[in-house]
């Protein structure tokens, strides 16, 4: 009897030391996983930058920017500034982060590692909420294939890139490039949606141009559609690209060496060029209401129905608009985005933004002498956002 109570009380102690050892050992690694939450979410560069492009889902939203940085001699000094170039990449990944209601991959192209830092440093301020709704892949290098490295000087510094993004991302399917004078007025994901709507061959998705190619000095050059595409947002199927017929990049390089002497806005020049004709069957149209700009409203009438109708959806503000005084109504806009801080309420950037247009009368010329264009401006705007 003694010998079956020791037995007994040996396994007790043996059950109670296993348990303990048990809970012991759980505690740690949820004390442990607690911990790397809380990294997580407070250490802005683990929040929202990515080791690796391997890291990316299929289905993310995947957006493209490119940021190039020149020294003095730059060919427009206002355009090319890069203070000017960040104000506007600042107010483009603000509104994304706002409105988006997913998870959003931007792919940056830049020269440097430190142009690339100051980019993606630019969310660490914000709050978390906001934070985790960007993310940035590896930085991705500037790429001019040896035979056209001239043309990294056409137009603008750097404004070429674009047209080599199949080699800049080996590794991506579906991208959409936009310009860093662009800002969201509907959500990004809307935009991306359009590649569902591509046939079983088209390569690319594009805005028209609405104005521009239809002016006389234009007449015969070759361009896609009715009124040519403007090159500020191209949805890009990068696989599709890379077997394009006849090669993408020797099809570029042909369409350089034959139309030289008229080209004059570069890779927008050479990209109506490639999707003209027959040719332009390759190339999906894309609302209007995604690439609006001074151009589509300030001649003689807003062009662009479907922002009439549902709003802006994409802001693009071409040239210099956003920095300068050539179109007081969309400055107005940008000028909202920047001043307005994530931490406040959403009604807040929408008040801003009313006080600014109400600031601009008919009598700037240009966007403001449409009566409606405040409400083209907002409408989108504001059904998206939700106010409390």
Not at 48 to 75: L, P, T
Not at 77 to 102: M, Y
Not at 250 to 259: E, F, G, L, S
Request: aromatic share 10%; proline share 4%.
């Amino acid at each position: 009897m003694t010998r079956f109570i020791h037995v007994c009380q040996t396994r007790y102690v043996a059950v109670i030391v296993a348990a303990v050892t048990l809970a012991t050992a759980n505690y740690l690694l949820w004390n442990k996983a607690i911990k790397h939450t809380e990294v997580k979410l407070d250490t802005p560069a683990r929040n929202h930058i990515r080791d690796s492009e391997a890291d990316v889902n299929k289905g993310d939203v995947h957006f493209v920017i490119i940021a190039c940085k020149k020294g003095n001699k730059v060919k427009n000094p206002l355009r090319e500034n890069w203070d000017h170039l960040i104000r506007q990449i600042k107010v483009l990944l603000k509104s994304a982060a706002l409105l988006t209601s997913t998870v959003i991959q931007f792919s940056i192209v830049t020269h440097s590692q430190e142009n690339y830092k100051e980019i993606t440093a630019i969310a660490d301020s914000w709050p978390s909420e906001y934070r985790r709704r960007l993310v940035f892949g590896v930085r991705r290098e500037v790429y001019y294939p040896p035979a056209l490295s001239g043309m990294q000087d056409m137009f603008c510094w750097c404004c070429t890139e674009r047209l080599f993004l199949p080699d800049v991302l080996p590794d991506v399917d579906s991208v959409i490039f936009i310009d860093t004078d662009t800002i969201f007025m509907q959500p990004p994901e809307d935009l991306f949606q359009n590649f569902a709507f591509f046939d079983d061959i088209q390569v690319a998705g594009v805005t028209p141009s609405l104005y521009h190619y239809d002016e006389p000095r234009w007449e015969g050059f070759p361009k896609f559609g009715f009124s040519g595409l403007n090159a500020g947002v191209l949805l890009l199927n990068l696989t599709r690209l890379r077997s394009f017929p006849g090669g993408w990049v020797p099809t570029i390089k042909r369409t350089v060496a034959k139309y030289k002497d008229a080209i004059e806005l570069a890779d927008q020049d050479i990209l109506n060029i490639i999707f003209s004709g027959r040719q332009g069957m390759l190339a999906y149209e894309v609302g209007c209401e995604w690439n609006y700009n001074k151009g589509v409203c300030t001649v003689d009438r807003n062009r662009c129905p479907n922002a009439a109708a549902e709003g802006v959806a994409l802001l693009h503000g071409i040239g210099t608009t956003f920095v300068s005084n050539e179109e007081p109504k969309i400055r107005a806009v940008f000028e909202a985005w920047e001043k307005y801080d994530l931490r406040s309420s959403p009604g807040e950037l929408l008040s801003l933004m009313e006080e600014g247009l109400r600031k601009v009368n008919r009598s700037a010329g240009g966007c403001a002498t449409h009566s409606n264009i405040d409400d083209i401006l907002m409408k989108g705007l504001r059904r998206h956002l939700v106010v409390a």
